[in-house]
C-alpha cells in the first residue's frame, strides 16, 4: 500500500499553534485528495479537514473553521495542517489518509498514516 507517515504532533496550551504534516511515498501524491481525521481516547474517529488534489478544494468541520487551514505541496508530496488557537477538545491522534474522491466520510478513503499525537492544555 502507499506509504503516508505524519508528524509535527506535540504538547501545546491552549491558544497555541502547531502544524502537521504528511508524506507520501510515492509521485502519485497529486493524484489523491487528502484528509485529516482525529481520534480522542473513547472517541469515533471524526473528520477535520480535506483538499482536492489540485488544492482547488478544501473542507472543514465546523469546530475547526477559521482555526485550521489543510494546504499540499504536490512537488514535494506533502500535505499540511496548521492548527492555531488550538483549545484543550482538539487533543487526538490525528491521522493522514489519502484517496480518490473528495469526501469527508473516513471510509472512502484509500491510505493511512499511523498517526502523531496532539495533546493541548488547559
Known amino acids: 500500500q502507499v506509504q503516508l507517515v505524519e508528524s509535527g504532533g506535540g504538547l501545546v496550551q491552549a491558544g497555541g499553534s502547531l502544524r502537521l504534516s504528511c508524506t507520501k511515498s510515492?509521485?502519485?501524491?497529486?493524484?489523491?485528495?487528502m484528509g485529516w481525521f482525529r481520534q480522542a481516547p473513547g472517541k469515533e474517529r471524526e473528520f477535520v479537514a480535506a483538499?482536492?488534489?489540485?488544492?482547488?478544494?478544501?473542507y472543514y468541520r465546523d469546530s475547526v473553521k477559521g482555526r485550521i487551514t489543510i494546504s499540499r505541496d504536490n512537488t514535494n508530496n506533502t500535505v499540511y495542517l496548521q492548527m492555531n488557537s488550538l483549545k484543550p477538545e482538539d487533543t487526538a491522534v490525528y491521522y493522514c489518509?489519502?484517496?480518490?474522491?473528495?469526501?469527508?466520510?473516513?471510509?472512502?478513503?484509500?491510505?493511512w498514516g499511523q498517526g502523531t499525537q496532539v495533546t493541548v492544555s488547559s
Open positions: 483538499i482536492s488534489w489540485s488544492g482547488g478544494t478544501t
Open positions: 489518509a489519502a484517496g480518490r474522491l473528495a469526501t469527508i466520510t473516513s471510509s472512502e478513503y484509500d491510505y
Open positions: 510515492t509521485r502519485t501524491f497529486g493524484l489523491y485528495t
